[in-house]
């Protein structure tokens, strides 16, 4: 192959040349083809090619393209904006697109920074985040973020944020203590790290309902984010939730929040709203926010050139109106269900497969070198990487979690296949990410 121009941001080894792609499968230019068992990065919910978001986007094309959105809306913003609105939690009134998720979580800071400084609160200042989480590579999103590897070089370009801990009950939950209890520990260290920083001080809590990227899909235990709403909402703080990776259908429900039954003042979503079809992302923002700027400046002092790009929504809402109209929620629990059961038959006694966890068609495999003492493999070893790469050997794309410098994140792999992934394809999946991992080990 020609020497590559491209600032890959890898550039170690070369990469195959991805073709083309049709349903869940992507084929290179040396005609082998892939499962893509991750979505790229929990993007491709529908998988490739789907013809009927392919007519959508050529349909604008054709009509409009572009127009800048300090001049004009377009009727395709407006409905999609519609529609995520009819679906969204409850007091959530208006949606500000972006191109994807670092954009959605920088514009929710600072969206929820510009609400307090509306309201007559500027000296709220201070981020709560938690480590071990993963809110995108920009650095207002780095900042609030906890992968420390991501992180480290950075830090002197950083905001300040307070990380507590994350919701990982497979590591931190203690024996004497219910999932509830562990939840409410949680739940106790935010509440005293606000009183430490002055609840007045404080801007909003950063979370992913489900960790993703960072420690391979953290799924929170029972009444964990309902005590962090109540703890928020009883010093005034905003609740952002990050469902860029976990929302949008990914979990089985259109957002994640909806099965720990809180709704978060603001909620940011990409990869599955545009399902890479094209690049889009999104805040969704409680009514009684907005109203708070229209009353004040009447202005968001933010914004980007491709913000609400027609054909970006345009794809977006093709993609909502194919997961609405075949049912593809359901499907997401029912194909969860069955890959759980492959899961099982696959790695249950497998003796470096420390925990599987997930929910819908979401699941992140941790790896250990022991099970009974749960210790890790050495992170110079980097193995979810060899994984990644043993797995594109036997045909199977798998997002590989891990190399945190504090030394607890581990060696991860991420699936989340797309939603209309058959029983068939689910099977193959696991058993070729079994054969890299037997081959890397
Ligand atoms: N937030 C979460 C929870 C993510 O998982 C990601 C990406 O993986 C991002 C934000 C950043 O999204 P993007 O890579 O589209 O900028």
Request: glycine letters at 12%; one cysteine or more; aromatic letters at 8%.
């Amino acid at each position: 192959m020609q020497a590559s121009h491209v600032f890959h941001r890898q550039l170690t080894h070369d990469l195959p040349v991805a073709v083309s792609g049709q349903g869940i499968t992507i084929t290179d230019s040396q005609g082998k083809t892939y499962l893509d068992a991750s979505g790229g990065a929990a993007v491709s919910c529908l998988g490739h090619g789907h013809p009927d978001v392919i007519a959508a986007m050529h349909a604008q094309i054709d009509q409009l393209a572009y127009a800048h959105t300090s001049f004009f809306t377009t009727a395709v913003a407006e409905e999609l904006a519609s529609t995520l609105i009819d679906t969204a939690p409850k007091g959530m009134s208006h949606v500000y697109f972006v191109s994807g998720g670092s954009e959605a979580v920088e514009a929710a800071l600072k969206m929820a920074r510009q609400y307090f400084v509306e309201i007559g609160q500027p000296q709220r200042k201070h981020f709560i985040a938690r480590r071990q989480s993963y809110h995108g590579n920009t650095l207002g999103a780095l900042a609030v973020g906890g992968n420390a590897w991501r992180r480290e070089q950075f830090k002197p370009l950083l905001i300040d944020v307070t990380h507590v801990s994350p919701c990982y009950e497979y590591r931190d939950q203690r024996a004497d203590e219910t999932p509830e209890q562990y939840g409410q520990r949680l739940v106790a260290e935010l509440e005293a790290t606000i009183e430490r920083l002055g609840g007045e001080n404080v801007i909003a809590f950063v979370a992913e309902t489900v960790g993703g990227a960072t420690a391979g899909v953290l799924t929170p235990v029972p009444g964990y984010f309902k005590g962090v709403r109540e703890v928020c909402d009883r010093h005034g703080i905003l609740l952002i939730l990050d469902e860029v990776m976990c929302g949008m259908g990914r979990t089985g429900t259109l957002h994640a929040c909806e099965q720990e039954g809180v709704v978060p003042d603001l909620l940011t979503i990409a990869k599955g709203l545009g399902g890479g079809y094209q690049p889009i992302g999104a805040v969704l923002a409680q009514g009684r926010m907005v109203d708070a700027f229209r009353r004040g400046s009447g202005l968001f002092q933010h914004g980007h050139t491709y913000l609400g790009h027609a054909v970006a929504c345009a794809a977006a809402l093709a993609v909502q109106r194919v997961i609405q109209r075949d049912g593809l929620l359901a499907q997401v629990r029912e194909r969860g269900a069955q890959l759980q059961q492959i899961f099982a038959r696959e790695f249950g006694d497998h003796p470096h497969v420390g925990d599987v966890r997930g929910r819908g068609l979401f699941w992140g495999i941790e790896l250990v070198a022991d099970r009974a003492s749960k210790q890790w493999f050495d992170p110079a070893l980097k193995l979810h990487a060899r994984i990644k790469r043993a797995a594109m050997e036997e045909g199977v794309m798998v997002y590989p979690a891990g190399g945190s410098v504090d030394g607890r994140c581990g060696d991860h792999v991420l699936l989340a296949p797309p939603f209309i992934s058959t029983p068939d394809e689910l099977a193959q999946i696991v058993q070729r990410l079994k054969r890299a991992i037997d081959k890397t080990l």
